[in-house]
């Protein structure tokens, strides 16, 4: 088993920054790919931002450019800086954990987060 604990949401302006952190425990040396969603009201999950172990990232068409997306294996973090945030960018943010390079698809994902709230107004 992993947990996930994500911390770092919050109210922003447009524009501003936030920076998300997730910390990983239990069976860490399961984890091969993690990566961050999000959970818009009406909307389906999506993912924003994942990193393999090895290092290869990949981002939403939407953020790219925007947000970046850090681990530190030795201390079993992953975070998610976000700038330029967007009314759009509002959302619950999901830290999750997958056994496997994973694809897009939240499916293949064993491990989620509780989630952390990022609302973005003036």
């Known amino acids: 088993q992993v947990q996930l604990v994500e911390s770092g949401g919050g109210l922003v302006q447009p524009g501003g920054s936030l920076r998300l952190s997730c910390a990983a425990s239990?069976?860490?040396?399961?984890?091969?790919?993690m990566g961050w969603y999000r959970q818009a009201p009406g909307k389906q999950r999506e993912l924003v931002a994942a990193i393999t172990s090895g290092g290869d990232t990949n981002y939403a068409d939407s953020v790219k450019g925007r947000f970046t997306i850090y681990r530190d294996n030795a201390k079993n973090t992953v975070d998610l800086q976000m700038n330029s945030l967007k009314p759009e960018d509002t959302a619950v943010y999901y830290c999750?954990?997958?056994?496997?390079?994973?694809?897009?698809?939240?499916?293949?994902?064993?491990?989620w987060g509780q989630g952390t709230q990022v609302t973005v107004s003036s």
């Open positions: 999750a954990a997958s056994g496997v390079r994973a694809s897009d698809s939240p499916r293949d994902y064993n491990y």
């Open positions: 239990g069976s860490i040396f399961s984890i091969n790919t």
